[in-house]
């Protein structure tokens, strides 16, 4: 009967590319790494690696290792999952990175419920990926697609952008201009207006922009400041325009602190997702945070 171990071996020497490797991440000898490549090879009468200056698979050992993979790793949770159960009552602990707005919006709500002691911190997507990679952080709530090994991205909630002002703004020039199709005076009246950003290089006002007038915007925001609270706040206290996430502003729209001024001809899109590398996370805490995210 082949060895399970054989297997994990095998799995660690592919992923690492060395027997030294391997036998760090498995603690046991590279003799005994060795020992177990070639009883797995003599059991399945096939040869998996090429001893090479550096370990290469073969073919074979290619295809080997698609089969053998996610069996052995959903074993692996198996067996974590349950030395947990079995050794500690405690609740695990979850490390996720998130941006600010989202997470204020829409998750921080349900996070008192959630079977686990989570540690939050905020930053932008390219940062909280690279530290994912490094292990430094078990999830990502990512506002784009960074392709990085082992990690996956699972879809959360897509973000519609829209414009809004303060409830006292008028908007009757604007929306008879929208109703002639006179867009280039449609964009000049938006342009006029007293503007909040998030960023100096406007990526969000710039997606507007492009879906709905094809280029461009041409303008120089009076406020920056890296926090759409404190904008919409700003502008429910005060006046100025700002474009921000559907989810922001639904509760404000409806009470009359804010105005919806335009969501574009075109919807201004933008999918959030969930990442984190299925390699290195129990199933259990994936359930957590997809459930704290109302994944369903």
Request: charged letters at 25%.
């Amino acid at each position: 009967m082949v060895n399970l171990e054989w297997y994990r071996t095998f799995k660690a020497v592919y992923q690492t590319g060395s027997l030294t490797a391997a036998a760090k991440l498995l603690f046991i000898s590279q003799p005994n790494v060795s020992q177990h490549l070639s009883a797995l090879e003599a059991h399945i009468g096939k040869q998996l690696f090429e001893r090479k200056p550096k370990i290469v698979p073969t073919d074979y050992g290619k295809q080997f290792y698609t089969q053998v993979v996610e069996p052995l790793e959903k074993l692996e949770n198996v067996e974590s999952e349950f030395r947990h159960l079995c050794m500690t009552k405690q609740l695990p602990n979850i490390h996720i990175g998130t941006v600010k707005e989202y997470f204020q919006a829409e998750v921080a709500r349900r996070i008192s419920s959630a079977p686990a002691n989570f540690i939050v911190e905020f930053g932008l997507t390219k940062d909280l990926i690279s530290r994912l990679q490094k292990n430094d952080l078990d999830f990502v709530i990512a506002t784009q697609l960074i392709e990085e090994k082992n990690i996956i991205y699972e879809p959360i909630v897509t973000e519609h952008f829209l414009v809004v002002s303060h409830p006292d703004l008028d908007l009757r020039p604007f929306k008879n201009f929208l109703k002639k199709k006179e867009m280039a005076l449609a964009e000049a009246w938006l342009l006029e207006q007293q503007w909040f950003a998030y960023s100096s290089d406007l990526p969000v006002i710039r997606r507007f922009w492009r879906e709905n007038f094809r280029k461009r915007p041409a303008l120089k925001p009076q406020f920056t400041i890296p926090d759409s609270g404190i904008i919409l706040e700003a502008i429910r206290h005060g006046k100025g325009v700002a474009i921000t996430a559907d989810y922001m502003v639904r509760e404000s729209i409806k009470n009359g602190e804010l105005k919806e001024v335009w969501k574009g001809i075109v919807p201004a899109l933008n999918t959030l997702y969930l990442a984190y590398d299925p390699t290195k996370t129990a199933s259990n805490r994936v359930k957590i945070v997809r459930d704290l995210l109302d994944m369903h």
